[in-house]
């Protein structure tokens, strides 16, 4: 199946700081991609979805300040965590589709964040 | 809005036993239906899903899961499970376009 790799796979990072988090499609196309929370013991929370070019849609509750989204490209997504503090600290999943929100997702591997 | 309800947070099973882990959604239109694993330390893969046609679905591993519309159910099945099944195992639903996943369960295959 498709590769969608995320970087860094751990940060640790200080209350204020902002944290930058990759999402790449491998060895194919991704005209949408998705990005995940997950805290513990908890089912996957989607935040925001994004396509190639257009801004992202957040879902209801999530900050769109304060959780960048970029696709600039269709193999590359970045959120990035603006002021972070220790309430964002969690387990931030990526997904990525070659054919928009109605086909596979294959996710990535998930960036472990612990704002101090 | 759309909901998943996994049934057990955790199941404990010896090799060769069988496996059902139960899901239900709740969503008043179309929907198409998947389960996930995630092994240790390795993301998310899909098992298998339901888009239509044969409720009863073969996925990958000797899985497979069978959706009953009128419980709202679409419930995960292996008849033999070994000790590398041991994973986190979610359902998830997507309706409109969105895909709502369920808590997860953990499975732990004892030798």
């Known amino acids: 199946g498709a590769v969608v790799s995320q970087h860094p796979s751990r940060v640790i990072c200080k209350s204020g700081t902002s944290v930058k988090i990759e999402c790449r499609s491998l060895d194919f196309q991704a005209t949408t991609m998705f990005w995940y929370r997950q805290f513990p013991k908890q089912s996957l929370m989607l935040m925001a979805t994004?396509?190639?070019?257009?801004?992202?849609?957040?879902e209801q509750g999530v900050e769109k300040d304060k959780f960048l989204i970029n696709h600039a490209s269709l193999t590359l997504s970045t959120l990035t965590v603006t002021s972070a503090h220790p309430e964002d600290s969690s387990f931030y999943i990526c997904?990525?589709?070659?054919?928009?929100?109605?086909?596979?997702?294959?996710f990535g591997p998930g960036t472990r964040l612990t704002v101090l | 809005a759309q909901s998943v309800s996994q049934h057990n947070h955790h199941v404990i099973l010896s090799e060769a036993a069988s496996l059902e882990l139960g899901c239900n959604y709740s969503?008043?239109?179309?929907?198409?239906l998947f389960w996930y694993v995630q092994y240790p330390g390795q993301h998310l893969q899909l098992l298998l899903k339901y888009f239509s046609g044969d409720p009863l679905v073969k996925g990958i591993k000797g899985f497979e899961a069978e959706f009953i519309k009128s419980k709202f159910s679409f419930n995960l099945r292996k008849p033999s499970v070994q000790w590398s099944d041991t994973a986190e195992y979610f359902c998830a639903v997507r309706g409109y376009s969105t895909l709502t996943f369920g808590k997860g369960t953990m499975l732990l295959v004892s030798p």
């Open positions: 997904s990525a589709s070659s054919g928009g929100a109605s086909h596979e997702q294959f």
């Open positions: 994004s396509n190639e070019g257009s801004k992202a849609t957040y």
């Open positions: 969503y008043g239109g179309t929907v198409n």
